[in-house]
């Protein structure tokens, strides 16, 4: 059985990596000045952020205690993320593609006035702070 957490383990690492990965790749975007590609990344990147620390907390978890087993009540770590994703797609998809170009060089200094901006970059800033803790 000890195996068996093990095998579970390595896979639950493979996608802690692959969000790493995967985040690492929509900076790099921004930083080598692909914006457009940049901008498909910021719908998935605050809530591939907020994944990373369940998935982590679930790795330790299977190394640690023996015959641990994944049940529907621990997908509760992941609310924030499927929150942040829908809040997401509904603001960021409607905010304007120059307002997009501004977020992702963060050279945003005009009074925002669009309110899905407005959300949007809220629920950036809390992100943030909630990924920071």
Same mark, same amino acid.
């Given at each position: 059985m000890i195996?068996?957490?093990?095998?579970?383990?390595?896979?639950?690492l493979?996608?802690?990596?692959?969000?790493l990965?995967? $985040?690492y790749?929509?900076?790099?975007?921004? !930083?080598?000045?692909?914006?457009?590609?940049?901008i498909l990344?910021?719908?998935?990147l605050?809530?591939?952020?907020?994944c990373?620390?369940?998935?982590?907390n679930?790795?330790?978890?299977?190394?640690t205690i023996?015959?641990?087993?994944f049940?529907?009540k621990?997908l509760i770590?992941?609310v924030?993320?499927?929150?942040v994703? !829908? !809040?997401? !797609?509904?603001?960021?998809? $409607?905010?304007?593609?120059?307002?997009?170009?501004?977020?992702?060089t963060q050279?945003?200094?005009?009074?925002?006035?669009?309110m899905?901006?407005?959300?949007?970059?809220?629920?950036?800033?809390?992100a $943030?702070i909630?990924y920071?803790?």
């Open positions: 195996r068996n957490n093990q095998v579970r383990a390595n896979k639950i493979v996608v802690f990596m692959l969000i990965s995967l $985040q790749t929509f900076s790099a975007f921004e !930083i080598l000045g692909y914006p457009n590609l940049a990344g910021y719908y998935l605050i809530p591939l952020m907020l990373s620390p369940p998935i982590l679930f790795y330790i978890k299977y190394l023996e015959n641990y087993k049940n529907l621990s770590h992941f924030p993320a499927i929150a994703l !829908i !809040i997401n !797609i509904i603001t960021y998809s $409607q905010v304007l593609y120059s307002d997009k170009i501004l977020i992702i050279q945003f200094n005009k009074e925002v006035t669009d899905n901006l407005k959300i949007y970059l809220k629920t950036y800033e809390y $943030q909630f920071s803790i």
